[in-house]
């Protein structure tokens, strides 16, 4: 089966946080289960980069939108690629082929009649790039979503037939494509409440795709949701090369609730005017707060999801994203509940089984788990996991990750409960060897279902779990064993701790995204800079850091009394021993903090631009030279 899924395109106009970490992990989950399923997935994300609000926040650095566009776009890009993202296309509303997507799409809707030239007057919200008529306006003239003042706008526009298709959408709406169900209410109530046609040209700005040539309209630039919603099709080629429009059919829509109006909305409104099949889902998330305040630039509050993806491993973060807030509900980051989930849950309930696998196999039976028996002894047991299994499965089908995981999580209870039940060592110590070895198999195998679906949240985990057990991740094995039930045999290996307990905190707060990528977009002056002190300095030391595989930890020679000692994430571009005697350039006068444990008194300084790239000078200068 082929199907589409898509994250929403982010704007330009901020740097990736937690939130936009969010959608795009659950994305990567589902579109990772459906090809470990054997389905065939297109999976896109990427940047949305016109419109006022670009155009403003460009000018307020001193930057041309497009320069500007690019820079924070290649942010989101290098992300996700850090973050492995299984992405099959990462498109960007600047993009020359979907610009002609939008144009042919406009002219598509011009000759359906569905479009016509007006002038709008009324309230513009340039945060939310939204209209709103005056009743819905809050205190009269702030916007009602993010409460910003909106502005008056009085301008020449196209208008959207919207009000045409109340009736269509109304009727859509029977088909429960929206998830979580309960957010559908909300969406017809809205447009029970009667839908106004809806501008979708603006004459004020230039940053935005221009009306199609024939129409000689040099003045108007499409409205930046028409050209933003189009970005979905547009990535399949759509009214281009169209070889890969069949994923439409089967099209997942992943978006944050705040967004969902315009995807449930205006959104099918625009595909029925094109005469193009709806999504068949729409699933709107709920919101991150960070210890229980709204997340904002001004408070500094705001989450760096790559922070906390080096501090506390790629795998836990996404774990924790994933399981930590039913789907469609508002959540909490707060590393206290970070660090319980990965105490508790990983490296107990995971991590903790698979040693005693390993464990009692050795001991047992010279690693060697074979499944004979296990339906003589434990069959109660195995059907237990296939119902949990089953809840699973409808549980994903519904985006629900976290219920997923929870349901993985009854499977992999059992297995510890069984273990601590029936007591193997007791079994053996009474002679029944045979009941012994078949719980083994049964755990075994309880861990290896969950392992299999675990796969999609913890990719490189449940690799690791495999390797370990010797079984194969792939759509053969996900049929056999969870669609036929079928019990494996095992060849257990020795193996490192799935995860390491965190005893404090490893993230100094408040952990914002105010960090060196935000730099290079806000202009300074020249005392700021002076507020900086960046050295040059010999490595003395270099080593990887047990149990991270990001992390190289330095000493280094700044012309200091003493070395520093510096933790650096680059461990996956360098080879230690290489670095030792090269000269590196320190950001010297950062506050100490602790990553991983291991104080870091400085930052080694590097180019960004998909790898990481340590800065030096040309020649050799004096260890401790400042930079400036
Ligand atoms: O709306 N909690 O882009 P955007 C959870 N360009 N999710 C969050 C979040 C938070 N605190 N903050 C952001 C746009 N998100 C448009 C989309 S699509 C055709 C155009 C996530 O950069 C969430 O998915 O404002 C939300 O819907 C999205 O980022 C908004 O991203």
Redesign the pocket.
């Known amino acids: 089966m082929k199907r589409f899924i898509t994250?929403?395109?982010?704007?330009v106009n901020?740097i990736p946080?937690?939130?936009?970490a969010?959608?795009t992990i659950i994305a990567d989950t589902i579109a990772r289960f459906y090809r470990l399923k054997g389905d065939e997935v297109f999976f896109m994300t990427g940047t949305?980069e016109h419109g006022q609000k670009i155009e403003e926040a460009a000018k307020k650095r001193g930057f041309k939108p497009q320069e500007y566009a690019d820079e924070v776009s290649m942010k989101f890009k290098n992300l996700w690629d850090y973050f492995e993202i299984s992405y099959d296309k990462y498109f960007r509303t600047t993009d020359k082929d979907h610009i002609k997507t939008v144009q042919s799409a406009f002219s598509k809707m011009l000759e359906k009649g569905d479009i016509y030239k007006g002038k709008y007057k009324g309230h513009y919200c340039v945060s939310c790039e939204s209209f709103f008529p005056e009743n819905q306006l809050v205190d009269g003239e702030c916007c009602p979503d993010c409460g910003k003042q909106t502005s008056i706008l009085e301008e020449e526009s196209y208008f959207f037939k919207l009000s045409k298709y109340e009736d269509k959408l109304l009727k859509w709406y029977e088909q429960d494509c929206i998830l979580p169900k309960y957010r559908k209410n909300e969406v017809i109530n809205f447009v029970k409440s009667g839908l106004k046609d809806l501008s979708i040209t603006r004459t004020s700005f230039d940053w935005g795709i221009k009306l199609p040539a024939n129409l000689n309209e040099a003045k108007h630039v499409i409205y930046v949701?028409l050209d933003?919603?189009l970005?979905?099709p547009s990535a399949l080629g759509y009214l281009r090369d169209e070889k890969n429009m069949d994923f439409w059919q089967n099209t997942l829509h992943?978006?944050?609730?705040?967004?969902l109006r315009?995807?449930a909305i205006y959104w099918p409104a625009f595909l029925m005017s094109l005469d193009m099949p709806l999504p068949k889902t729409i699933a709107a998330?709920?919101?991150?707060?960070r210890d229980g305040k709204k997340?904002s630039k001004s408070l500094g509050n705001v989450i760096n999801p790559k922070e906390v993806a080096d501090a506390y491993g790629l795998e836990q973060f996404r774990y924790f994203l994933l399981r930590e807030v039913p789907f469609g509900q508002d959540g909490d980051f707060s590393q206290k509940a970070l660090i319980t989930r990965i105490n508790s849950e990983l490296c107990n309930d995971l991590g903790n089984l698979l040693n005693r696998i390993v464990g009692m196999s050795k001991k047992y039976s010279n690693f060697i788990i074979d499944s004979s028996d296990v339906l003589k002894y434990f069959k109660d047991e195995i059907n237990e996991s296939e119902i949990y299994i089953k809840n699973a499965l409808k549980e994903i089908s519904e985006i629900s990750t976290s219920r997923y995981l929870d349901e993985i999580w009854k499977i992999l209870n059992l297995a510890n409960l069984s273990i601590a039940k029936y007591e193997p060592w007791n079994l053996i110590k009474n002679g029944e060897d045979k009941k012994a070895f078949a719980l083994v198999s049964m755990v075994t195998n309880l861990l290896a279902r969950a392992t299999i679906l675990l796969s999609p949240a913890m990719p490189k985990t449940a690799l690791k779990i495999a390797s370990n057990l010797n079984f194969e991740i792939s759509t053969k094995t996900y049929n056999e064993v969870i669609n036929e039930n079928k019990l494996l045999d095992f060849k257990a290996s020795e193996c490192e701790p799935l995860f390491a307990k965190i005893e404090e905190p490893l993230m100094q707060t408040p952990v914002g995204v105010e960090t060196k990528e935000d730099k290079t977009i806000n202009l300074i002056t020249l005392d700021d800079f002076k507020n900086i002190v960046i050295k040059v300095g010999e490595v003395l030391e270099c080593e990887n850091i047990e149990g991270s595989d990001k992390l190289l930890k330095f000493k280094i020679d700044l012309g200091e009394e003493n070395p520093r000692q510096i933790i650096s994430g680059i461990a996956k571009y360098y080879n230690p021993k290489d670095l030792i005697g090269k000269q590196v350039c320190v950001l010297a006068n950062l506050k100490p903090a602790k990553i991983f444990k291991h104080l870091s008194e400085g930052m080694i300084l590097s180019a960004e631009d998909g790898k990481l790239t340590l800065l030096s000078t040309l020649s050799k200068v004096k260890n401790g030279a400042i930079v400036g």
């Open positions: 994250t929403p395109i982010y704007y901020d946080h937690i939130g936009h969010y959608t949305d949701w933003a919603l970005i979905y992943l978006v944050g609730k705040d967004i315009f995807h998330h709920g919101w991150w707060t997340m």
